[in-house]
């Protein structure tokens, strides 16, 4: 008995661990997304949003979570595909995945066939899911949560690998969203339409890329300004992809 209370007193911090970039860098994305949609596309959004931005919307998805209404959207946020493996040869979630969940989002976006609310409430998943995928630890390895079982101390405080990579490294700079969104850089034109020509199996085969570079950490596990200077230029790449690429998908979506 004191085995289950103990498990159902720390499943809302279990959770709780599970969503990424914490809200500065999911605002972020939604910031830069804003600034690389067309005209038509911008108009449609804020109809649907209720003139909500998409820095606002970003973190509903987290928002939401203690609400046992939504209780079928935690495993959305994260998808396990092992060392050497495809998405395409890893057995499914039954309650979906990150991967799944942003696909079958656009084709039912793009199926004008939804109420008001489902509209609003599909296009927030897609804005907050799109940051996620980006995020290296969510598209994990087997074994250990997406990091969040990799226990360490962050300049001398105990966390975690996945909320370093989440909020850690970002919080520590001292910054708000807009500036990220500024420090991570603009890019040009051409670099705009690679990103957004790619699809959403490539962004997470991406983020399977940063693995050996995330977990690169020492045996202490003590984590500080070493491991920011060697990481940060990466979450600010991905924050950049994320955003560029989430507004290129509404921008399909939306005209």
Request: charged fraction near 25%; hydrophobic fraction near 35%.
């Amino acid at each position: 008995m004191k085995k289950i209370i103990c498990v159902l007193l720390f499943l809302p911090f279990m959770i709780g661990q599970a969503f990424a970039w914490g809200q500065n860098g999911h605002r972020a994305v939604g910031l830069i997304a804003e600034q690389h949609l067309s005209r038509k596309a911008k108009k449609k959004i804020e109809k649907v949003l209720k003139d909500n931005s998409l820095a606002e919307v970003s973190v509903w998805m987290d928002d939401i979570k203690s609400d046992t209404a939504y209780n079928h959207t935690h495993d959305w946020h994260w998808v396990t595909i092992p060392g050497g493996k495809t998405y395409e040869q890893t057995e499914k979630n039954p309650n979906g995945d990150i991967i799944m969940k942003i696909e079958e989002l656009v084709n039912m976006l793009k199926s004008n066939n939804l109420s008001d609310k489902q509209h609003q409430e599909y296009l927030k998943y897609l804005v907050h899911l799109v940051g996620d995928l980006h995020q290296p630890l969510h598209v994990g390895k087997e074994g250990d949560m997406g990091g969040n079982a990799v226990k360490l101390q962050w300049f001398g405080q105990n966390s975690n690998l996945h909320r370093v990579w989440d909020s850690d490294m970002i919080d520590g700079k001292n910054i708000s969203f807009t500036e990220l969104a500024q420090f991570v850089g603009t890019p040009d034109k051409n670099q705009v339409k690679q990103w957004q020509s790619t699809k959403v199996r490539d962004w997470a085969y991406e983020s399977i890329t940063y693995r050996e570079q995330v977990y690169n950490i020492p045996q202490d596990g003590k984590l500080g300004y070493r491991y920011s200077y060697d990481n940060f230029s990466t979450v600010e790449q991905r924050i950049l992809q994320a955003g560029v690429r989430l507004a290129g998908l509404l921008n399909q979506i939306y005209g």
